[in-house]
């Protein structure tokens, strides 16, 4: 591979009242060029990962990037929208161009503003990116998605609500540590497998606490061409990426297993070189608990229906040999769709380069990060290395 992060920065995530899109656009834009020591002008490209599809009018937003920085003018600058792979999309985009020669330093900003609607509306849009003539239109929401993936995962092998609560009390416990976190309280494990008045089955067997947050939020990443990448003062190189797609329709899949995120994690893994043993920490698509469990059994750390046993053995714990999420992830930090793959990249990066201030992974070498859009359609996984 010939791409490495050079630079990037994070806002926080939640209900950011106190900004509109452009803000959030604007603010992790000129923080990733201060952390890079870029000068705007030598940027060649922007990618803007951003779903949107209602959240906000502003849909033509990929040039509110510019208004960050007068050097920024002129440069091309594109929206990219793959679902909630929206930001890995825009990442894949901007190495595309550096691996073809046709850029040397990009900038890719991934950023959602979804509070300023109703939790309905939320809902409706969230909805258009299911197969919406089998899906949405029958009335199935996403909780309603991956509920049924739930239920056919149990039928098949056992109930395990008690994993997922396992793995959403984890996500909590990391969250406290993560600066940028939408929810940062521990909820412990009785709470969470507990159906009670403040966590209430959204549709079963998925509790609240089994599904991620709405957000707002935004992050941004310098990507350069690795000739260049070691004139800046960190880098972290992409040694491997695979993107796979299936079908859009659930009907067409099987809802017990990840056949299209198991494809990324090997194609990712046999390009890299290593096992899923040699990673460090991995930040994972938990979206929901179940994409959690199921991503266990995807990325070959157990085998299907055996996902339970990583975290009932503490394999998967921030002290345990494969963190799985130590910044909390979907579950904790938040989702703001478009800004959850480059979310994802930053905080690895930031692992990497042992800046990860109370999140650090003690020793963290190799990195695995996947971004998934909508029930497992798009999948995105990429094996990242500290370069420099």
């Not at 106190?18 to 490209?45: C, G, K, M």
């Not at 992974?361 to 420099?388: H, K, P």
């Amino acid at each position: 591979m010939t791409a490495c992060i050079v630079g990037w920065s994070h806002s926080p995530f939640g209900r950011l009242d106190q900004f509109d899109l452009e803000n959030l656009i604007v603010s992790v834009t000129r923080d990733a060029l201060d952390h890079a020591r870029l000068p705007a002008e030598e940027v060649d490209a922007i990618w803007l990962g951003n779903l949107n599809g209602g959240f906000v009018p502003d849909i033509f937003c990929s040039s509110m990037v510019l208004q960050a920085d007068d050097g920024l003018r002129w440069k091309p600058a594109t929206r990219v929208e793959n679902a909630c792979a929206s930001g890995a999309a825009a990442v894949y985009s901007a190495i595309d161009a550096i691996e073809a020669g046709r850029a040397r330093i990009a900038l890719v900003v991934g950023a959602e503003k979804m509070t300023a609607v109703s939790g309905a509306e939320i809902t409706r849009v969230l909805g258009n990116a299911s197969y919406v003539r089998e899906e949405a239109s029958a009335g199935l929401s996403f909780p309603g998605i991956f509920a049924h993936m739930a239920q056919a995962y149990f039928a098949r092998h056992g109930d395990h609500s008690a994993t997922l609560a396992r793995i959403a009390a984890k996500g909590h416990a990391n969250g406290v540590r993560n600066p940028w976190a939408q929810m940062r309280k521990v909820l412990g494990f009785e709470f969470c497998n507990t159906v009670s008045e403040r966590n209430p089955l959204i549709a079963a067997p998925l509790r609240k606490t089994d599904c991620s947050l709405v957000s707002d939020g935004a992050a941004a990443l310098i990507i350069a061409h690795e000739s260049v990448a070691r004139d800046f003062p960190r880098a972290v190189r992409f040694r491997a990426r695979a993107h796979v797609s299936d079908y859009l329709p659930m009907s067409r899949r099987d809802p017990a297993g990840f056949e299209g995120p198991h494809r990324a994690w090997r194609q990712a893994l046999h390009q890299a070189g290593i096992g899923v043993d040699d990673l460090s920490f991995a930040e994972v698509h938990d979206c929901f608990t179940i994409a959690e469990l199921l991503a266990y059994e995807a990325m070959g750390l157990a085998e299907p229906g055996q996902g339970a046993r990583v975290i009932e053995d503490g394999t998967v714990f921030a002290d345990g040999r494969l963190p799985v999420n130590p910044s909390g992830g979907l579950k904790a930090k938040g989702h703001p769709i478009g800004a959850t793959g480059v979310s994802m990249h930053v905080l690895s990066a930031m692992q990497l380069c042992g800046e990860a201030g109370d999140m650090q992974v003690a020793g963290a070498r190799l990195a695995g990060v996947f971004n998934m859009g909508g029930s497992a359609v798009t999948s995105y996984v990429s094996i990242l290395e500290r370069a420099q």
